[in-house]
């Protein structure tokens, strides 16, 4: 069993900045593909962004890339999204998801967490 909890969601002007945290509980946190998704208010979830176990492949929404940046810390069992030059088509609950295997952009990953929200104000 793995347990996800995410952290530093907040309100942020168009422009600003937040950095997101994903506090993974279990062993062999590295073996572990890890994604973020968002949900906007009466919208499906969606992809946003997603690192792999050793952290050297990463993959991206083509509307947060350049923008957004996911990097994990395997020593600290967390992972990260650094979330810049936000607009407010970026509110959204935000989830952190991990999958005992390869990246991937769908859905299909074994653990969820609760969520964050972030509201950018325009």
């Known amino acids: 069993q793995v347990q996800l909890v995410e952290s530093g969601g907040g309100l942020v002007q168009t422009g600003g900045s937040l950095r997101l945290s994903c506090a993974a509980s279990?062993?062999?946190?590295?073996?572990?593909?890890m994604g973020w998704f968002r949900r906007a208010p009466g919208k499906e979830r969606e992809f946003v962004a997603a690192v792999s176990g050793g952290g050297r492949t990463t993959s991206y929404r083509n509307s947060v890339k350049g923008r957004f940046t996911i990097s994990r810390d395997n020593a600290k069992n967390t992972v990260y999204l650094q979330m810049d030059r936000l607009k407010p088509e970026d509110t959204a609950v935000y989830y952190c998801?991990?999958?005992?295997?390869?990246?991937?952009?769908?859905?299909?990953?074994?653990?969820w967490g609760r969520g964050t929200q972030v509201t950018v104000s325009s």
């Open positions: 998801a991990a999958d005992y295997g390869g990246i991937k952009t769908s859905e299909m990953y074994d653990y």
């Open positions: 279990g062993r062999s946190f590295s073996s572990y593909a």
